[in-house]
């Protein structure tokens, strides 16, 4: 069994650019949801996808988009970064057979705006 | 506003010793709790939950406490181990189901010392 697996590792981009993270999700899971970490801070909830449909949003700006994809891979794209949207971004999975509430997390992509 | 709060940043304790972490919430909403574990450089794991209709849920070494009244929550490691040095973050949801977001607290960085 594949755990969930994100790409980029690492990513640096300049303020106003535009980035795009990529997220599999764990075999079985129909459901992502994304979390920005800043540094000494816990997980914030962006938004959660399901069956490739935006299913709940955090208070975070439009300028926060994803996708969904068939296969319940995911993208998390940013436009116009600031500088404080350096931060850990963690995607999560879950799905049929999750044990409640659990969400199963990759190990994140830290994405430093210059 | 911060809904979850962990407000001891850090915890250390002796090898083979009790660890207690604990965790507040404010939002009456939230109906079930979990506790994540972080090593750098990883996603959170998932450790132990519990449901508000509980009030104790145990797991080998770990066992995770719930008070209602008080709104708040802890977690008991025991005995400690230096594997257990990690970031724990506790986390709260509004409502059962693999659809649900997390609210996460700060987290609580344990050292246990051999």
């Not at chain 1, 999560?92 to 994140?108: C, D, H, K, W």
């Given at each position: 069994e594949t755990g969930v697996t994100q790409s980029p590792t690492h990513l640096i981009k300049t303020?106003?650019?535009?980035?795009?993270?990529?997220?599999?999700?764990?075999?079985?899971?129909?459901?992502?949801?994304?979390?920005?970490?800043?540094?000494?801070?816990?997980?914030?909830?962006?938004?959660?996808?399901?069956?490739?449909?935006?299913?709940?949003?955090?208070?975070?700006?439009?300028?926060?988009?994803?996708?969904?994809f068939p296969n319940y891979s995911s993208e998390l794209n940013v436009n116009a970064l600031e500088l404080d949207d350096s931060a850990l971004?963690?995607?999560?999975?879950?799905?049929?057979?999750?044990?409640?509430?659990?969400?199963?997390?990759?190990?994140?992509?830290?994405?430093?705006v210059l | 506003d911060q809904q979850v709060k962990?407000?001891?940043?850090?915890?250390?304790?002796?090898?083979?010793?009790?660890?207690?972490?604990?965790?507040?919430?404010?939002?009456?909403?939230?109906?079930y709790f979990l506790w994540y574990k972080k090593y750098p450089a990883e996603g959170p794991t998932f450790l132990i939950s519990i449901s508000s209709i509980k009030d104790k849920n145990e797991d080998g070494r770990f066992t995770v406490f719930l008070n209602k009244s008080a709104k708040h929550l802890s977690l008991h490691i025991v005995p400690s181990q230096p594997g257990d040095s990690a970031v724990y973050f506790c986390a709260a949801s509004a409502h059962t189901g693999a659809n649900s977001k997390l609210t996460f607290g700060k987290g609580i960085t344990l050292s246990v010392r051999p």
């Open positions: 303020r106003g650019q535009q980035v795009t993270l990529r997220c599999s999700s764990q075999s079985g899971h129909n459901t992502v949801s994304w979390y920005q970490q800043a540094l000494g801070q816990g997980p914030q909830f962006i938004f959660q996808y399901y069956r490739e449909e935006e299913n709940g949003r955090g208070n975070f700006p439009p300028r926060f988009s994803g996708l969904q971004y963690l995607c999560a999975s879950s799905g049929p057979g999750t044990l409640y509430n659990e969400q199963f997390f990759g190990p994140g992509t830290r994405l430093t | 962990q407000n001891s940043p850090s915890l250390s304790v002796q090898e083979g010793r009790i660890s207690i972490l604990n965790c507040d919430y404010t939002n009456s909403m939230f109906d």
